[in-house]
């Protein structure tokens, strides 16, 4: 069963503490995205990476930290220095041969306290 | 900076009810166009887009969406809602050239009551 998986559902963390989010795709997918979604926002991009051991910052990268050591994974860390960092985190992936078209994950929703 | 609108951030309807829901560009270049839906739930999923020809493009579960490039819109049909189509609903766009990145609109909450 192919897809994209993110967990936990849930987190939380004390205000000041650094915290990773999973994202693992089993789609054989090249390239994979992190974004952030809040109420009447949309979706805002964070960091993507189009092939491993190469990523790139999106519109909201500060604050943020990611690592592409495998085709598969791609972990987000939300850092201390992110001045708001409860949201609903979304992590998808595409395959070079179909552009824009992006699967996502059930998301993560951060709180922190 | 490229953006994308979607006019109505609620909306409200009976069962039956024609639906469309707008969306707008502001880019003057190449554009590929985007509906996603994310019902409660469930993962957010593409509904239709739109790259090229024919711009009455058909998407799944009878929803459609007609670019329209004199109005840089977008706007998403269809002609008779069911309670399942409640849902949020996002416009994006990739503007030329970038890298395949998805700019999405705030979205739609559309509840459709029986």
């Known amino acids: 069963d192919g897809g994209i998986t993110q967990s936990p559902k849930y987190l939380f963390r004390k205000e000041g503490q650094n915290v990773t989010l999973s994202c693992e795709q089993n789609?054989?997918?090249?390239?994979m995205y992190w974004y952030r979604q809040d109420p009447g926002q949309g979706l805002r991009l964070i960091y993507y990476?189009?092939?491993?051991?190469?990523?790139q910052k999106g519109d909201i990268a500060e604050g943020y930290s990611v690592s592409r050591e495998k085709k598969e994974s791609f972990p987000l860390t939300v850092t201390s220095a992110q001045k708001n960092p409860t949201a609903f985190y979304l992590c998808?992936?595409?395959?070079?041969?179909?552009?824009?078209?992006?699967?996502f994950g059930p998301g993560t929703r951060l709180t922190v306290l | 900076a490229q953006s994308v609108s979607q006019h109505n951030h609620h909306v409200i309807l009976s069962e039956a009810a024609s639906l469309e829901l707008g969306c707008n560009y502001s880019?003057?270049?190449?554009?590929?166009l985007f509906w996603y839906v994310q019902y409660p739930g469930q993962h957010l999923q593409l509904l239709l887009k739109?790259?090229?020809?024919?711009?009455l493009v058909k998407g799944i579960k009878g929803f459609e969406a007609e670019f329209i490039k004199s109005k840089f819109s977008f706007n998403l049909r269809k002609p008779s809602v069911q309670w399942s189509d409640t849902a949020e609903y996002f416009c994006?766009?990739?503007?030329?050239?970038?890298?395949?990145?998805?700019?999405f609109g705030a979205g739609t909450r559309l509840a459709v009551h029986p």
């Open positions: 998808a992936s595409r395959t070079s041969a179909q552009a824009g078209t992006q699967y």
């Open positions: 789609l054989n997918h090249d390239a």
């Open positions: 880019y003057g270049g190449t554009v590929n």
């Open positions: 739109y790259f090229s020809g024919d711009p």
């Open positions: 994006a766009v990739i503007v030329g050239g970038g890298y395949n990145k998805l700019i």
């Open positions: 990476s189009q092939i491993v051991n190469d990523f």
